[in-house]
């Protein structure tokens, strides 16, 4: 992981240089904030760090769903949406149409969708892909992450196999990936395999625990472009929107964001070998390669989960003193309990768990600003489930 984090920080430095980021860029914007040169900057190094044509990074996207459902909006009725990767997200199911009531889903509004589930052992059917990418497919989607199931995620090497079984059996088919959790995680992302769209959440991998706020979305700059005018008005796109002064933050955030990464990726290996050794099972294994932030272990019960949340928490900077309990959320049919005793709400790059009450119980352990607290975490949790420790 060492040389991985070196390589990436590396790009990002240089990504900065190309970008000429200088002091005047941390300067605040206010009204339309036209010609906001900090806004310029940003969007620059995201395009450099992510090999795009183009980058859209606003405080504006609220959220990873957001981000992505920005990328969805530009389909047209009657245009054709196949997920290459299963179901997707609790949120994105909402978004698409497939459960939930909104009028403004996908469905709702004339998009044809499909899905084409993972094979047995968690792969991408690339078979069945060739079958259920057409002609008339606009547009296929991949989930770089497990989200709140127990497959793997897709390493970069896995996408671009995918990718290539798209573009075979329909070469003008966008290829859009949701890369929340996954960045900095590997050497390549997704456009690097092939892919025409990514997007993702700023208070996840690349704001590095310092962004407060955003999302992103990067990639060909026709598309990144239509995806502006979705977030603003058809004419305006990306050409206005302040930053509310946190340029520097986002920047600073970015280039902290490989080391970051690094660190939650040494935190979810150390929990992975705690786990299985305990007798739980776990995905990934310790030894497996990862391509996201994310550690599932699976508990079995509803009490022994909710005491791992419990724990999670009570190890937290902010918070330790609350008990996370199942309740509603926005956007999921299941309660969802989630412990983030974080410096800045819902932030999955800071040390984090949270999981849907249902069978079998899986918690999703992830993020960590040092290893340190990862591992002293664990010793919070352990004796919260139970397990008795060496003073």
């Given at each position: ?23 005047h ?48 909006s530009?389909l ?8 290459v ?9 909402a ?11 996908l ?26 990418v ?6 296929a989607i ?20 995918g ?19 996954g ?25 590095g ?5 955003g ?28 930053t ?10 970015l ?21 299985r ?56 049919v299941d ?11 819902g932030?999955?790059?800071e ?28 010793r ?12």
């Amino acid at each position: 992981m060492e040389s991985v984090v070196l390589a990436n920080q590396e790009k990002v430095l240089k990504a900065f240089h190309a970008a000429r980021v200088a002091s005047h860029s941390f300067g605040e914007s206010t009204g339309y904030a036209y010609s906001d040169q900090g806004r310029e900057a940003l969007e620059e190094v995201y395009r450099q760090v992510f090999r795009a044509e183009a980058a859209l990074c606003r405080p504006q996207i609220v959220s990873g769903t957001h981000a992505i459902s920005l990328c969805l909006s530009i389909l047209e009725p009657g245009d054709e949406l196949v997920s290459v990767s299963g179901p997707p997200y609790d949120t994105l199911q909402a978004v698409i149409g497939t459960r939930g009531a909104s009028p403004r889903s996908l469905i709702k509004r004339g998009i044809i969708y499909k899905e084409v589930p993972l094979t047995r052992e968690g792969s991408l059917d690339l078979a069945a892909i060739s079958q259920q990418v057409t002609s008339s497919t606009k547009m296929a989607i991949f989930q770089r992450s497990r989200g709140y199931s127990w497959r793997r995620s897709l390493s970069i090497a896995h996408l671009a196999e995918g990718i290539k079984a798209v573009r075979s059996a329909n070469p003008s088919c966008i290829i859009f990936v949701d890369n929340c959790y996954g960045e900095f995680v590997e050497l390549l992302e997704p456009l690097e395999a092939g892919a025409d769209l990514i997007a993702g959440s700023l208070i996840k991998n690349p704001g590095g625990t310092l962004a407060v706020s955003g999302g992103y979305i990067a990639g060909r700059r026709d598309l990144v472009n239509l995806c502006a005018e979705v977030l603003t008005a058809p004419s305006l796109g990306g050409k206005l929107g302040s930053t509310f002064g946190l340029t520097r933050s986002l920047l600073h955030g970015l280039f902290l964001a490989p080391h970051v990464v690094g660190e939650a990726i040494y935190g979810a290996v150390l929990a992975a070998e705690v786990f299985r050794t305990l007798g739980y099972e776990v995905s990934p294994l310790p030894e497996e390669p990862r391509t996201d932030i994310v550690q599932a272990i699976k508990f079995g019960s509803e009490e022994e989960l909710l005491s791992f949340c419990r724990g999670v928490q009570k190890a937290a900077p902010v918070d330790a003193h609350y008990t996370p309990v199942p309740s509603p959320m926005p956007g999921y049919v299941d309660e969802v309990v989630m412990a983030g005793g974080t410096f800045i709400q819902g932030s999955s790059i800071e040390l984090s768990a949270d999981a849907p009450l249902r069978p079998p119980y899986i918690g999703y352990l992830q993020g960590g600003m040092s290893r340190q607290h990862v591992e002293i975490a664990l010793r919070f949790v352990l004796r919260e489930m139970g397990f008795e420790l060496d003073a």
